[in-house]
């Protein structure tokens, strides 16, 4: 990463579905540069395929992104959306005890992304976003997919005080996934 200018400072607006008009196209923007090169290799994860997962996402209760910005670019965001009572456990691969299934309308906030373009990776803004986008939660605990392939990316979460849950595989075309859980409150 090349250093910055002492005077860059980051910002971090949140935002609701409402807004997504207006935010769509940085999110597509990021999403496109992070995913570069998975998406030449694999067409889940196109920036079609993912427009219209983050589309469907929107569309469930209370979504939420935290956009963060340096400079007035647009540098990574984190988004999710509210899981409700008939949320169904779909993809699972590993046995979960029954009770870490059980949803109400404020028991599961689903973390679909964090992102964070490349330069600006390890800088502690994966968090700082993480941490506003879940300032904002009403629900009692964040439930995230890491795919299996990503020991460091799991390792982080982790960090963050995230426990594994079980295998997940959320789309028959999708990557295997870790589940992970924490609450929102630590």
Do not use: K
């Not at 600006?120 to 795919?147: F, K, M, N, P, Y």
Request: glycine fraction near 6%.
């Amino acid at each position: 990463m090349a250093a910055q200018p002492e005077t860059d400072t980051l910002t971090v607006s949140y935002h609701t579905a409402a807004d997504l008009p207006a935010v769509e196209p940085l999110l597509l923007e990021i999403y496109a540069e992070v995913y570069a090169y998975e998406a030449s290799v694999d067409p889940f994860f196109s920036v079609d395929r993912f427009a219209d997962r983050l589309r469907r996402h929107a569309s469930a209760p209370r979504w939420g992104c935290a956009l963060g910005e340096v400079n007035g670019i647009a540098i990574g965001y984190a988004y999710g959306f509210a899981r409700t009572a008939t949320y169904e456990w779909g993809g699972l691969l590993t046995p979960v005890p029954a009770d870490q299934l059980e949803e109400s309308d404020t028991r599961t906030f689903a973390l679909c992304e964090v992102m964070v373009r490349a330069d600006w990776r390890g800088a502690g803004i994966a968090r700082t976003l993480h941490e506003e986008l879940l300032s904002h939660r009403i629900e009692e605990r964040s439930h995230l997919l890491v795919e299996e392939d990503h020991p460091r990316v799991r390792a982080l979460y982790e960090r963050w005080g995230y426990t594994e849950m079980g295998t997940m595989q959320p789309y028959p075309d999708s990557p295997r996934y870790v589940s992970m859980w924490r609450p929102i409150s630590l």
